[in-house]
């Protein structure tokens, strides 16, 4: 089980490690845009990633190499609803294939997944922060290095617990 603390740390095994939050912190998430982080214990997805920018990834969950056309609907409005989705697309979404290295390395959180809630929040990812830590919209951002080293020793049946 990997544990992530409202203090901005991941623990799991042996290793903490710093990491970002949602600006709000960690709470009961209750709307879409809110800047919460959910609290709870959740399974990982897939693993997303840039091929072209991350060479080897070691890991026994499912990759899957982001490409120009992937998205993932925000959208409250639509039944694609926090699920991966092709662009250009008619519904609000997030892209993830991206200028900045943020979503080099993403792996969905199954939080509001089957069903998906309307409004209560999506795309909440385990992806890599930005050099000083900065919050982000609800998801946990590691050091490249420090998710590498975590994707390597998870099992498709690992928790993450957010409290």
Wanted: glycine fraction near 6%.
């Amino acid at each position: 089980m990997i544990i992530v603390k409202k203090s901005g740390y991941l623990k799991y095994k042996n290793f903490k490690y710093r990491c970002a939050l949602g600006k709000a912190g960690i709470k009961k998430k209750k709307e879409e845009g809110d800047n919460i982080t959910p609290k709870g214990t959740f399974k990982f997805t897939n693993v997303y990633y840039r091929s072209d920018r991350i060479k080897k990834i070691k890991t026994l969950l499912k990759k899957n190499k982001i490409k120009k056309n992937m998205g993932w609907c925000d959208d409250p409005e639509s039944k694609s609803y926090n699920k991966l989705i092709k662009i250009p697309s008619l519904v609000k979404h997030e892209k993830l294939y991206r200028k900045d290295h943020l979503y080099d390395i993403v792996i969905p959180l199954n939080y509001n997944m089957n069903p998906a809630i309307k409004n209560k929040g999506s795309a909440i990812f385990l992806h890599l922060a930005k050099k000083n830590y900065t919050p982000t919209k609800g998801c946990v951002g590691l050091n490249k290095m420090h998710l590498l080293k975590i994707l390597e020793t998870i099992k498709p049946n690992t928790k993450i617990k957010l409290i």
